[in-house]
């Protein structure tokens, strides 16, 4: 009734998105770096920014006035987008250590090249930023700024009972059968799962546009925001296997077990200057998941902070908030 009223018809899946001008700068398999450039460069170091592994990437670009890429450029910064596309069958085999140094690594190192930076400021989104804090770990890249945005480090915080945790590790091998059959997983189970994280909140968006049904800019908004909690992607099986058992149940991230291509992963390798930020209304990843990488890291510039809003808010609020905005610019200079 609610879809058929407000005209969400299948008709809603030509919803333009995605629209600031971009040019792809580097391409590998089905991955993509796309080039945002700033309405009037006012800083020397670029913007790098991953996406989560689960959702396609332009709900930081879903409209005019509705993205945060264009805000960043609009405020002078030159903005890369690592998307890595839609994986398919012949992509199942594809890990962790292949996300970071055969992706992100590589990505950086063309975006510093395009951009003829001397440093980079990587930002990281959701999963995204899990990747994004892995690699910094890693990297031999030079990373100035590091800006994770709701993402998951601690993933102790999350809330499974010891009696869940040992099921899931106790059937590890029948786990492992189940997603080796599939390959990767399809995006109708990526909804579900997420649908099932955090019920009951599916029917919250209806609610809120009942009471803005007469307002034109909030539907519209809502549907292009609506496409995108529907549009995920095929989830690589190896790497969903490293995320559930190396990160979710042995939280080998936080502990500095986590091995890439036979490097430990340390946190305490970042020195980057850090700006972590954490939102009121997150139910996908609230702060307890995030706020322990403040004491794990070197790095002697770091801030926390807590921002109104849900776990995409940020992303489509078409303007950065005033504590990101002066936080970035003062640290945007070579």
Known sequence: MVKQQFGLTSEDTEIKVGQTPKTAIWKKNKAVVWYYPAKERKFEVPLFLIYSLVSKPYILDLSHNSSMIQAFTKNGYDVYLLDFGVAGYEDKDLTLDDYISKYIKKAVQHTLRHSKANEITVVGYCLGGT?????AAVADEPIKNLILFVTPVDFQQLPLTASWRNMLKEERGTIEKIIDHYGIIPPTFIDKGIKLATSPLPIKPYLALLEHADNTQYVDRWKRFQKWTSDHVPFVGATLKQLIFDLALDNKLVNNELLINKT??????INANLLVVSTTDDDLV???LTVS??????????????????????AIKGRLPKSLDDWLSERSIS
């Open 264 to 269: 430990r992963v340390n946190l305490k390798n």
């Open 286 to 288: 609230p702060e307890e």
């Open 131 to 135: 990747l994004a804090t892995i690699y």
């Open 293 to 314: 990488i403040m004491e794990l890291v070197s790095s002697r510039d770091k801030t926390y902070q807590l921002e109104k809003g849900g776990h995409a808010t940020l």
